[in-house]
């Protein structure tokens, strides 16, 4: 009878019960068995989707398994919401890439950068081709894809190449290292990474459904499809630049609603998104080029109203897509071989390509070992890629499992690997061997001092009247010259901070009636905080008193209240 009466089997109900599964299960082992100190939650959000797929859930408990993604309309529905997740994590990622160089050393970090991308490139696709030219000739084997060796090897080294810049800040966070030089070197090494990641996919996956890997000679029709699909971005460029970004100032200047330009993103980015998928490209590269191209204001605001929702309630149905794909044949030599041989290129290609680079151009060797060990991060953007070419065609599902497997533990061992450096070799392992600057500016106000005007920053020596933050030897103090002042890495922040370890719109300053300053972290409510620390302690808010240290995730600086 109650069978009768209860919907159990209506697939809006199954999919509810997906979202208390894949959205509930990651963020209770997280909080309540101590996993937070370990992992960040998108690498427990990947463990669990994995183990909710066929391999491990759907042998543990085959009827529940097929109850729960088994009807063809629910795993409809997840490959739907993966498909809006991936493309607006994306789309995030553009938001977050710093378009600005990083001035100090920046010589040294674009080499370092590149290299760090190059080496285990080519070390890891020499490796595959040799991989895929034996099990090419293997009945039954399921290591290369549909696209021929070529591209297989390609693709292969690219994924060795892969740093996940959001994992790596949450890693150096937990170990400390934001409040050290390394941590500047490290985010702005992972965003030269990342730059160079996207733009070497966007040349790979148009050739993906084209098969050129496996002619002899590149045909017309074959050209010609690859021009259309890198025409795609191009044309995508074009439209953000002539008529998306005009549109969105003309709202901005129109003081309209949030509400109305958070509308009009959402719109652009699937219109860049469809368009880059209509054309061969792939849906996730429109989404980036708005994301690094819109204007700024609305770059900002697009992390903060769309990080949480994203984060924490598609990407897991985007894991879990992956899970339902992972296929862990235990007994698979061929799948095991893989991964191991993948492991030891991308660990090795890695190190070599970060710390030699690093050593060379200056850098203490325990800083440039350590700084090899950090750029083995690679978490959620290996999966992304890693997704996308297996889509594509190109690699097979034991190098798609293979590849998931060493993105999970490449990520596991950075933290410990980088513990077990920091320990033996002491403070040098974080330390340059020249201070890395941070750049603080004001805007111009008529009423500062001509210097402030000019946005020079005055002397520690000089006396400031009011409010000011004293940043001691690195550069001074900066006089606080409103009673409501947003401190950040944003061009348009009232207070500037020039350093990756700093976000846009890090926290806002604001003088309260009887003349208190309070501090709020205007992150907090994102799905990973930056975090703010007065005299130590991790706050969302604070009333600061006079001579309180303050960091911004490893930024410090003494506020100084003449009142």
């Not at 070497?200 to 074959?222: E, H, K, M, N, R």
């Not at 890198?230 to 630049?241: A, E, K, M, S, T």
């Not at 969105?248 to 959402?266: G, H, T, Y």
């Not at 201070?435 to 020079?456: H, R, T, W």
Request: glycine residues 10%.
């Amino acid at each position: 009878m109650w069978a009768e009466l209860l919907n159990y089997k209506d697939p809006k109900f199954i999919l509810l019960l997906q979202i208390l599964v894949v959205v509930g299960i990651p963020l209770v082992l997280w909080r309540y068995l101590g996993l937070r100190r370990a992992f960040p939650l998108a690498i427990i959000q990947i463990f669990v989707g994995i183990l909710l797929g066929e391999s491990i859930f759907g042998y543990v408990a085959p009827d529940a398994f097929k109850y729960l993604f088994g009807p063809p309309a629910v795993k409809l529905g997840v490959g739907t919401l993966a498909q809006v997740a991936v493309v607006l994590f994306v789309f995030l990622a553009g938001c977050e890439a710093d378009r600005s160089i990083v001035n100090n050393a920046a010589g040294m970090i674009l080499k370092i950068g590149v290299t760090g991308v190059f080496t285990p490139w080519i070390l890891g696709g020499i490796t595959a081709f040799v991989i895929a030219g034996y099990y090419s000739t293997v009945a039954g084997s399921t290591v290369v894809g549909m696209r021929g060796n070529l591209l297989y090897a390609i693709a292969f080294g690219l994924c060795m190449a892969v740093t996940a810049l959001p994992v790596l800040v949450i890693v150096l966070r937990e170990l400390g290292f934001n409040q050290k030089p390394i941590g500047t070197v490290a985010l702005a090494v992972g965003g030269v990474d990342d730059g160079l990641l996207w733009l070497s996919l966007a040349l790979i996956l148009p050739l993906a459904p084209l098969g050129i890997a496996t002619q002899s000679f590149v045909s017309l029709t074959t050209l010609i499809a690859f021009l259309f699909a890198i025409g795609g971005g191009i044309v995508v460029g074009l439209l953000i630049y002539y008529a998306i970004n005009p549109l969105l100032e003309s709202l901005i200047k129109q003081n309209s609603p949030e509400r109305l330009l958070m509308s009009a993103v959402i719109i652009a980015v699937f219109l860049c998104s469809a368009i880059t998928e209509l054309t061969g490209l792939h849906a996730v590269f429109g989404a980036f080029l708005l994301g690094l191209l819109m204007p700024e204001k609305l770059r900002h605001m697009a992390q903060d109203r769309f990080d949480v929702p994203v984060s924490l309630l598609l990407l897991p149905f985007f894991f879990l897509a992956t899970g339902l794909k992972t296929k862990f044949e235990f007994g698979n030599s061929e799948m095991w071989f893989v991964f191991a041989v993948a492991m030891m290129v991308c660990i090795s290609g890695k190190f070599l390509g970060v710390t030699v680079p690093a050593y060379m151009s200056g850098q203490s060797l325990p800083f440039s070992i350590t700084l090899g060990t950090l750029m083995q991060c690679k978490g959620l953007m290996e999966i992304v890629v890693v997704t996308l070419l297996y889509e594509r065609g190109v690699f097979g599902q034991s190098t798609f499992t293979a590849l998931i497997l060493v993105a999970l533990v490449s990520t596991a061992i950075t933290a410990p690997l980088s513990k077990l450096a920091q320990w033996y070799f002491g403070e040098a392992a974080t330390q340059t061997r020249e201070e890395v600057k941070v750049e603080v500016s004001v805007p111009a106000a008529p009423d500062l001092p001509k210097a402030e005007q000019a946005g020079e920053v005055v002397p520690t020596r000089a006396k400031v009247e009011g409010a000011a933050l004293d940043f001691e030897h690195a550069i001074g103090k900066v006089a606080v010259n409103s009673p409501d002042v947003v401190i950040g890495r944003h061009k348009e922040d009232g207070i500037r901070v020039n350093d990756v370890r700093v976000s846009r719109g890090h926290a806002r300053l604001k003088q309260l009636g009887d003349g208190t300053y309070e501090i709020t972290n205007l992150t907090a409510t994102r799905s990973e905080p930056n975090p703010i620390t007065v005299n130590g302690v991790e706050q969302e808010r604070a009333i600061l008193k006079n001579g309180d240290t303050v960091s911004l995730n490893g930024v410090n600086f003494k506020f100084r209240n003449a009142a």
